[in-house]
């Protein structure tokens, strides 16, 4: 049976069919899930949170074909939500205590100083990444998903990219004069 | 492949390491939770529903059913509404009180979103959230640009808070750095409610994230002016 089907016959109260629907689009709404929370308890929780706020609310999707953007957009604001009200969330992945110069291990910093930056935005401004950047949707698709204007996806998304960009060249400004100094 | 695109290509890499499969345990728990619970109808379901059950009740003629229609959704209309008046009437409740008498300290987070750029013209909405009403809302600020450099942007200009009750308005400074690290100071004056009274803040926050916390004061009247620079120590 289409997905579509599933959630109609979902919305109309069938469980069996909210089920099915669930198992294919839980994998997605988690993935969106951890990767604006980056942590794997807060993303159960929020994952939780947006399935029964999908049952209860289904009734009131008017278009099935919507159902995954819908769906997104309420994990998402589970994501917020939970983000404003966990101290988790707040706490900065730890430093490196310092600077390494090999390749492989530079990588590692790489990906490391990515971390921290990504923590330094807001649940806002990581939902624009993942859903551009993850899920590889466009930016009126983003500003669909979100409901919000698609100059503020814009705005989110310039402030985001130049704030990880600043983090990730501070690190290598910092490497460089630790390379020069030993 | 220019930096940018090296930079978005490293970024969607770093983005798609991660978990994709959701916890079977969760999916569980969420369907448990849910087999047991009733969905959310719509007021339109919610009326049509009841009218179904009771349609026997009406009379049998097209027109005197029409009617009879007409009086029940005009009945529940008119009690709807002057149910709900008072509410609408006092949605935001009463105007908060000020002091007269000494500053009150008033802190916060306030999360900053820049929703247009230009290379010296720069727009942001600031929302506020705060445990007291009288700053509690959504803050406009229109900066320009004084000075850049590779390393801090000084950025002055007009701000203005507004809430239920009135407004705060003045002028903004800021200074940031490439790391996202910003400060903040602010004098606003008040309007409305708030007339007579200065909103003084500053964000000293050394994290780079967009929603900072900020400190500041209310003052009945003009905050005290700085002490003469012969004066200082």
């Known amino acids: 049976m289409q997905l579509r089907e599933?959630?109609?016959?979902?919305?109309?109260?069938?469980?069996?069919?909210?089920?099915?629907?669930?198992?294919?689009?839980?994998?997605?709404?988690?993935?969106?899930?951890?990767?604006?929370?980056?942590?794997?308890?807060?993303?159960?929780?929020?994952?939780?949170?947006?399935?029964?706020?999908?049952?209860?609310?289904?009734?009131?999707?008017?278009?099935p074909d919507r159902f995954d953007a819908w769906a997104a957009r309420i994990t998402c604001r589970c994501c917020y939500r939970l983000a404003k009200h966990e101290r988790r969330f707040a706490l900065p992945a730890p430093a490196d205590p310092e600077p390494d110069t090999t390749t492989f291990v530079a990588q590692v910093a790489d990906q490391d100083?990515?971390?921290?930056?990504?923590?330094?935005?807001?649940?806002?401004?990581?939902a624009v990444l993942v859903l551009h950047y993850y899920l590889g949707l466009t930016l009126g698709e983003v500003a669909d998903t979100l409901d919000i204007p698609p100059g503020t996806v814009g705005s989110r998304l310039h402030y985001a990219v130049r704030s990880l960009r600043a983090a990730l060249e501070s690190e290598a400004r910092t490497t460089e004069a630790w390379e020069r100094s030993t | 492949m220019t930096r940018e695109q090296d930079f978005e290509r490293q970024l969607a890499d770093w983005l798609a390491d991660g978990p994709n499969t959701a916890p079977t345990k969760v999916v569980d728990q969420a369907l448990?939770?849910?087999?047991?619970?009733?969905?959310?109808?719509?007021?339109?379901?919610?009326?049509?529903?009841?009218?179904?059950?009771?349609?026997?009740?009406?009379?049998?003629h097209r027109t005197a059913r029409l009617s009879a229609l007409a009086a029940v959704l005009a009945g529940i209309l008119l009690t709807s509404v002057v149910v709900s008046v008072p509410f609408l009437v006092g949605s935001a409740g009463p105007a908060p009180t000020m002091d007269e008498g000494s500053p009150v300290v008033v802190t916060g987070t306030a999360e900053l979103d820049v929703v247009d750029e230009k290379p010296t013209q720069v727009t942001r909405v600031v929302d506020i959230e705060t445990k007291?009403?009288?700053?509690?809302?959504?803050?406009?600020?229109?900066?320009?640009?004084?000075?850049?450099?590779?390393?801090?942007r000084v950025l002055h200009g007009t701000m203005r808070l507004t809430n239920a009750w009135g407004s705060w308005v003045g002028d903004v400074d800021i200074v940031t750095y490439p790391s996202g690290e910003e400060y903040e100071y602010a004098t606003l004056g008040g309007t409305k409610a708030y007339e007579g009274f200065t909103y003084h803040y500053a964000i000293y926050d050394p994290s780079a994230g967009t929603v900072r916390t900020f400190e500041g004061a209310i003052w009945p009247d003009e905050p005290p002016a700085m002490p003469e620079p012969s004066l200082l120590p």
Do not use: C
Request: cysteine-free; aromatic content about 6%.
């Open chain 1, 6 to 63: 599933l959630v109609e016959q979902a919305g109309r109260g069938d469980h069996e069919a909210f089920a099915a629907v669930v198992r294919a689009s839980a994998a997605r709404l988690y993935a969106i899930a951890y990767r604006i929370l980056r942590d794997a308890d807060l993303a159960n929780d929020a994952l939780q949170e947006a399935l029964v706020k999908v049952w209860d609310d289904l009734p009131a999707l008017r278009d």
């Open chain 1, 113 to 126: 100083e990515m971390e921290r930056g990504f923590r330094r935005l807001s649940p806002e401004h990581r």
């Open chain 2, 32 to 60: 448990e939770q849910t087999a047991a619970r009733r969905q959310r109808r719509g007021v339109g379901r919610w009326l049509v529903l009841p009218l179904e059950r009771v349609g026997h009740w009406f009379p049998a």
């Open chain 2, 132 to 152: 007291d009403r009288r700053i509690d809302g959504q803050a406009h600020q229109e900066l320009t640009v004084l000075a850049q450099s590779a390393d801090t």
